[in-house]
């Protein structure tokens, strides 16, 4: 060094070459973990609890993991054995025409009989407080503004108008486009069967209530598994747990996964089997690149997130005592990478910041290089209390914008809970940057958590 000329500023390619032959291995040549997820869905369809698809996936994926030489946990949980059935809903006046409909996971049947009665539309709970629904059905026409808005009419609609008289509570689909396909998912288990129409039809319904017309319209439920009285009935499942054991701290532990189940229409590749898979695709990525960083990086397939939470809460109840230094999670699709949310109260200054810093200075070049404060997912939230929580985020699927949640750039939710959610949603190439963006934020907090290194120590090889 001359003096008086400072010394070069190194950079994170400089302090990070494992993130740079992540990256370049995913660009140059890709994962096969689209494929893997094709071959899944494909093979085995929809994996909703209870379900043959859910547990030959189950045992599918635990046989590749083997293959992929990941040491493999697979962990008990008790799950909702809710089963849809048959099911129709029939407008039967002012004409007759069959209506598209699934029924809300959860929901009782119609107890072997059908329910023929009136309807009556309300857009609010406001116009639900007043509205006269004894002895008819009741449909929540509240247009799409956010999804937590939306999922809260869906969960608490058919216990609300169950406490005025109704016979039968509908929801228009929580989503801000549709080609007449309804959005299924959980509602809170009430007293009265409860289903999702699509948007086109809700607001027909509410054109033609405006008009003075009636109504009348025939709902058939085969739904079975829970009931008012005695919640749902479990059976048991199981989580899954691709692990690369640590070199140096291997009870430090980093987390990245998705939850396997799914609803039990499509093929649930966007939700979740996606997020699950990216966050196997980059452990899997990094025992082929031979990184075996110091703390271990766990892939998890959580279960039954879509109608108890029950597989989260098996995985914290297992590992609660254990170090985990972060949990994330991919939950919201796997389009092109934006980055990734952390909750603000989980985690102090410093290391948000660091997490920050490898964003911008590394994931930048596959578009994930934003970090930013956000809510915990579902399948972390229980951690957020004691351990830094979030989630990989992606951006909007049809204007590549940051995801907001506004109807605007909430294109997950075209597909979401639907018949439309197949593989076919997004490409290899916007499987492998999430696979990319996981398995590179995984290494460096799992080689050196949340202090940058000084780049003297060598690589450890598997």
């Keep these: 060094l001359v003096a008086g000329v400072p010394s070069p500023v190194s950079t994170y390619a400089d302090e990070y070459p494992e993130v740079t032959r992540i990256i370049d291995q995913v660009l140059d040549r890709g994962t096969n973990t689209y494929e893997r997820l094709a071959e899944m869905c494909d093979t085995f369809g929809p994996r909703m609890t209870g379900s043959d698809g859910l547990e030959k996936s189950l045992d599918w994926i635990e046989d590749r993991i083997k293959e992929d030489g990941l040491k493999l946990l697979r962990e008990p949980v008790q799950v909702p054995n809710w089963k849809r059935g048959e099911e129709s809903l029939i407008l039967q006046s002012p004409r007759i025409s069959k209506i598209p409909m699934l029924g809300l996971g959860l929901s009782i049947g119609t107890a072997g009989k059908q329910i023929t009665a009136d309807l009556i539309v309300v857009k609010n709970w406001d116009e639900l407080s007043v509205a006269d629904i004894t002895g008819k059905m009741v449909l929540m026409n509240a247009p799409f503004t956010s999804y937590g808005v939306g999922s809260e009419y869906r969960r608490l609609l058919a216990g609300r108008a169950a406490e005025k008289g109704a016979l039968a509570a509908l929801v228009r689909s929580v989503t801000p486009f549709s080609l007449a396909t309804p959005h299924t998912g959980s509602s809170e288990t009430a007293s009265i069967p409860s289903a999702a129409i699509p948007l086109e039809h809700a607001e027909m319904f509410q054109r033609m209530q405006d008009r003075?017309?009636?109504?009348?319209?025939?709902?058939?439920?085969?739904?079975?598994?829970?009931?008012?009285?005695?919640?749902?009935?479990?059976?048991?499942?199981?989580?899954?747990?691709?692990?690369?054991?640590?070199?140096?701290?291997?009870?430090?532990?980093?987390?990245?996964?998705?939850?396997?189940?799914?609803?039990?229409?499509?093929?649930?590749?966007?939700?979740?089997?996606?997020?699950?898979?990216?966050?196997?695709?980059?452990?899997?990525?990094?025992?082929?690149?031979?990184?075996?960083?110091?703390?271990?990086?766990?892939?998890?397939?959580?279960?039954?997130?879509?109608?108890?939470?029950?597989?989260?809460?098996?995985?914290?109840?297992?590992?609660?005592?254990?170090?985990?230094?972060?949990?994330?999670?991919?939950?919201?699709?796997?389009?092109?990478?934006?980055?990734f949310t952390v909750s603000q109260s989980s985690i102090d200054t410093k290391s948000f910041s660091e997490m920050q810093r490898i964003g911008k200075e590394q994931l930048s070049r596959i578009s994930a290089g934003n970090v930013t404060y956000g809510g915990g997912g579902a399948d972390t939230q229980v951690w957020c209390p004691t351990v830094p929580c979030g989630s990989l985020v992606v951006l909007d699927p049809f204007t590549g914008k940051e995801p907001r949640g506004t109807p605007q750039d909430s294109g997950y939710f075209w597909y979401h809970h639907t018949e439309a959610d197949f593989v076919n949603a997004f490409s290899s190439t916007e499987v492998d940057r999430n696979v990319a963006a996981f398995a590179s934020m995984a290494w460096v907090l799992g080689e050196y958590g949340f202090d940058p290194p000084a780049r003297s120590s060598s690589v450890h090889d598997i």
């Design 212 to 339: 003075g017309q009636r109504m009348t319209l025939t709902l058939n439920m085969e739904a079975t598994g829970c009931s008012d009285a005695n919640g749902c009935e479990t059976i048991e499942s199981s989580n899954i747990v691709a692990e690369l054991t640590g070199t140096e701290f291997p009870d430090e532990v980093i987390v990245i996964g998705g939850h396997i189940d799914s609803w039990d229409v499509g093929q649930g590749a966007s939700d979740d089997g996606g997020g699950a898979f990216v966050a196997w695709g980059a452990v899997k990525l990094l025992k082929d690149l031979g990184l075996a960083p110091k703390r271990t990086i766990r892939a998890v397939f959580w279960n039954a997130e879509e109608n108890s939470g029950a597989g989260a809460e098996a995985y914290f109840a297992a590992h609660k005592n254990e170090k985990h230094l972060i949990v994330l999670e991919s939950d919201g699709g796997v389009w092109n990478p934006y980055g």
